[in-house]
Each structure stands twice: as structure tokens, then as C-alpha cells.
């Protein structure tokens, strides 16, 4: 039987909000992980890339520690922290699709949209 050299990808990456996500990747010239979230990898290209959005300066070391976090949790549970948010719409859907247009609104992979 010969041996398969394929990468397996991370299932969840075919998501709406991940494809998007994907996308900025691509358009940016990042590198994408096949065994990671395409959102969460934007984060940090995004993080490293000095790109911070309406985020306090002095909340900026909370929010390169959460994505530390999030990177060693299992894709899952990232996607559902980040759609379960009690703050925001009870529906875990809803959050997600108003993700999806704030990715989809963005101008350029280095300018975030206006408003989220």
C-alpha cells in the first residue's frame, strides 16, 4: 500500500468566518497553518504585524496573553469562546455572522474595518 503525503486540514477551517479569514492571509502573504484556525492565525499575523485596532494601549498585554491562551486550546473550544460571549447577542450564531462582517468590511489586511 503506498504511503499518503497529504497534509489533513483542520476541518473547522472551512467555516464562513475561517475561509474569510483565510483569505486575509492570502492577501497579506501570510503563512497559513493547515492545523490551525485561520481566525486565530490572522489574530496573531495581525498582533505581530502591530496591528491593534481600537484595543487600549493598556490592555494590549491582556489581549497578547489571551492569544497566547487561545493558541494552546483546542480549536473548538476557541471558537466557542469567541462566539458564547456573554456581553454579546445570545445567539452563538449571531456572534459569528457580525465577526463575518467585520472581516468581510475590512479594507485592507492592515486596516480593521471602522466599526465592529
Known amino acids: 500500500m503506498p504511503v499518503q503525503n497529504h497534509i489533513k486540514r483542520l476541518a473547522l477551517n472551512d ?16 503563512p497559513i ?5 485561520h ?8 498582533w505581530e504585524n502591530g496591528i491593534r485596532g481600537d484595543c487600549p494601549k493598556d490592555r494590549w498585554d491582556a489581549l497578547e496573553l489571551q492569544l497566547g491562551y487561545l ?13 458564547e460571549n456573554p456581553d454579546g447577542p445570545d ?3 449571531e456572534q459569528e455572522d457580525n465577526l463575518l ?4 468590511g475590512a479594507r485592507t489586511h492592515y ?6
Do not use: H
Open 15 to 30: 467555516r464562513l468566518v475561517n475561509r474569510v479569514a483565510w483569505r486575509w492571509l492570502k492577501e497579506a502573504k501570510a
Open 33 to 37: 497553518d493547515p492545523y490551525s484556525l
Open 39 to 46: 481566525l486565530l492565525t490572522l489574530a496573531w499575523w495581525g
Open 71 to 83: 493558541s494552546g486550546w483546542k480549536p473548538d473550544d476557541v471558537l466557542g469562546w469567541l462566539f
Open 91 to 93: 445567539d452563538p450564531q
Open 101 to 104: 462582517i467585520w472581516l468581510k
Open 111 to 116: 486596516e480593521p474595518p471602522a466599526t465592529f
